[in-house]
């Protein structure tokens, strides 16, 4: 085949036939110029094979294989190896005969995409901000824990409780370790938002950073294109940034498909780059100032109307205002109320838009206290909101929910409420918020701030417990509460192991996974479980439960018990080579099943005309929530017929 003719798909298979097959393939990564390997059996390496693929410049068998292709060309090249294996770049690939499990869990991707589709735009959106901001909890609350005790000190420093002279050295170490965290929080949304959205990772840290505007020259700044004022670092907030690598995602992958491969490992960053920093710079950026100097009348106006309706405005508004870089705004009017009067009336407003995340997470946590994960989530992050800082509770828990957000805000307008009416509240300095604050407020008024912070979460509490609940998550928990009902009037303990019975799916024999032809089942790498020899080509559901994926070849259906247990039918050997054709599938997505469900009819005659084994196998694949199991029944079986069971932790 000429050189011309050859896909990347096609040269991407070819290195893996290469290397030994794809289960002799244990992770690819890439670096500028070459393919890198981790492989399992280097004896089953064929070097020769790999320098005579069109488009191969040449093999390195080191510590890796390195199969070298070019700049440009490689990345592409990789990335079509990842895809077809369905893992990520430096992922393990699955060990064994692997083939089964590669395309099977290659489908389980592609399935889950298209179920993502289905969302609403909205939870869409705030899914994608889920995931940029969950693998940074842990950080968030490392960083907040060591910033709220540094803001306590802090606060007691400049209220004159402490000794600055014994305690500041001490307070100026906490603050390095937090800024490492904080001050640079941008970049790290960048490069996860690159990942989820598809770009390039270390080209989304950049497009973050680009906010913090280390570059500007002070003597000669930026002027922002809608008002002519010098630009300020952090216009654009968080949102901004999100939005920004969005574009950077469209973008870069037009550019790899028009730029020619010699040149896209330079040509591709470059110009990403500048296209999308000269629009965050000029637009996204001088946008979010241009809106928060208009808002500047606004609040202006609601200062001046006073009393508890400018302190539930400002109290509701303040994080929206944050999380779009807005509350720059805020900043000058803080200093000129403490030059004027000596203390800042707007500060401990404003900070009882964190203690109404408090509120919600806390209402979040009874409401929902049987979703492990998120429940996990807010014990980690409230003694950090309560604290003041409150990045881990907003794009943690309550944003990415979408509702407990919104009444969080409510929450924080009420806490706001109740400061504008007492009155006099006011802060000596600008610092962190929360319980953190209580040492900066001035003329002994601590108690108003106090009652703010309560009303805020009570507030918080109660608007989130009865409004804010999302409904799916609410459906979830009843369905947990209907089974501890359940188990409670057949007086069965709750804290006993579920029984979940399984079943023949077809008639014929069962066998144990031990003597299954295919190795990867044999060894159980997918799970325990068992397999019908069927003589009838009708395929009912081994367990009782929910359809939660059916894959897009038809060969493998997974379903989801009450009690948690994730259960494969893969209906025959090989046969996701098939394409689907000697399947018929009876069940869809979503859909209720008991083990008289028929799920499926199959042709048994043609898989065996194809060279495929008929096995039906039936494996749980989150073994890890599986107390015991036993294979009850082996032999001729028929449909329907209990002949296995396990039970839930």
């Not at 705030?126 to 060591?146: E, H, Q, T, Y």
């Not at 591709?268 to 996204?284: A, C, N, R």
């Not at 900043?331 to 900070?351: C, F, N, R, S």
Request: aromatic content about 6%; overall charge negative; hydrophobic content about 50%.
């Amino acid at each position: 085949m000429a050189k011309e003719e050859l896909t990347l798909n096609q040269i991407a298979k070819e290195i893996y036939d290469g290397a030994g097959g794809m289960e002799n393939v244990q992770s690819v990564v890439h670096c500028m110029t070459r393919v890198r390997m981790s492989v399992r059996d280097d004896s089953k390496v064929d070097q020769a094979k790999l320098k005579s693929i069109p488009g191969v410049l040449g093999v390195v068998d080191d510590e890796q294989l390195q199969v070298i292709i070019g700049p440009g060309k490689v990345n592409k090249v990789a990335k079509e190896m990842v895809d077809i294996a369905g893992v990520e770049l430096g992922e393990e690939l699955p060990q064994g005969s692997g083939k089964d499990k590669v395309n099977a869990k290659a489908a389980e991707m592609k399935a889950a995409q298209k179920a993502k589709q289905k969302n609403s735009p909205l939870k869409a959106v705030l899914k994608d901000i889920s995931n940029i901001f969950v693998p940074m909890i842990p950080a968030f609350v490392g960083s907040g824990l060591i910033a709220g005790v540094a803001a306590v000190m802090t606060n007691l420093i400049t209220a004159g409780t402490i000794d600055a002279a014994t305690w500041q050295q001490f307070v100026d170490v906490l603050n390095i370790l937090k800024n490492g965290m904080f001050s640079y929080l941008v970049i790290f949304t960048g490069v996860n938002a690159a990942q989820v959205f598809g770009a390039t990772p270390t080209l989304g840290g950049v497009i973050g950073a680009v906010v913090l505007l280390t570059g500007m020259n002070p003597e000669a700044p930026i002027k922002n294109l809608f008002t002519g004022d010098t630009l300020a670092a952090g216009q654009g907030g968080i949102i901004g940034v999100i939005f920004a690598v969005w574009l950077l995602s469209i973008v870069e992958k037009k550019l790899h498909r028009i730029i020619p491969d010699a040149v896209d490992i330079i040509i591709t960053p470059m110009l990403s780059l500048l296209v999308i920093g000269l629009l965050e710079i000029f637009l996204i950026m001088p946008l979010a100032g241009f809106i928060s100097n208009g808002m500047v009348g606004g609040i202006n106006w609601v200062l001046s109307v006073g009393g508890a309706f400018s302190g539930f405005v400002l109290g509701a508004l303040f994080l929206p205002m944050v999380m779009f870089g807005l509350h720059q705004i805020l900043t000058p009017i803080h200093i000129q109320m403490i030059g004027e009067t000596g203390k800042t009336l707007l500060l401990p407003i404003l900070a009882m838009a964190g203690a109404g995340q408090v509120g919600a997470a806390f209402a979040l946590w009874i409401k929902l206290r049987k979703d492990k994960e998120l429940t996990e989530m807010i014990k980690g992050a409230l003694p950090v909101g309560i604290l003041g800082i409150g990045e881990p509770l907003i794009y943690g828990v309550t944003l990415p929910l979408g509702r407990p957000f919104i009444t969080a805000c409510v929450g924080g307008g009420i806490g706001g409420a109740v400061i504008g009416a007492i009155g006099g509240v006011g802060a000596i300095a600008i610092g962190p918020s929360g319980a953190a604050l209580i040492p900066l407020i001035a003329n002994g008024r601590w108690w108003g701030y106090v009652l703010g912070l309560l009303a805020a979460y009570i507030g918080g509490f109660i608007a989130t417990y009865f409004f804010g609940i999302p409904k799916d998550k609410l459906a979830e928990q009843e369905l947990a509460e209907a089974t501890f009902e359940t188990a409670e009037a057949v007086n069965t303990p709750v804290i006993a192991h579920t029984a979940n019975i399984f079943t023949a799916v077809a008639a014929g024999s069962v066998h144990p996974l031990e003597e299954a032809a295919d190795p990867v089942f044999a060894e159980k790498m997918m799970g325990e479980g068992y397999f019908v020899e069927p003589t009838d080509g009708a395929i009912f559901a081994p367990v009782a439960g929910k359809i939660s994926t059916i894959f897009p070849t038809k060969h493998a259906i997974s379903i989801t018990t009450e009690s948690g247990l994730e259960v494969l039918l893969h209906m025959g050997i090989n046969t996701v080579e098939l394409d689907g054709k000697p399947f018929e599938v009876l069940v869809t997505e979503g859909q209720s099943v008991t083990t008289e469900t028929q799920v499926a009819t199959v042709d048994l005659a043609a898989i065996k005309e194809a060279g495929k084994g008929t096995s039906m196998m039936v494996l749980i694949t989150n073994m890890n929530d599986v107390e015991t199991h036993v294979l009850e029944k082996t032999g001729t079986v028929k449909a329907s017929e209990e002949v296995f069971k396990a039970t839930t932790k």
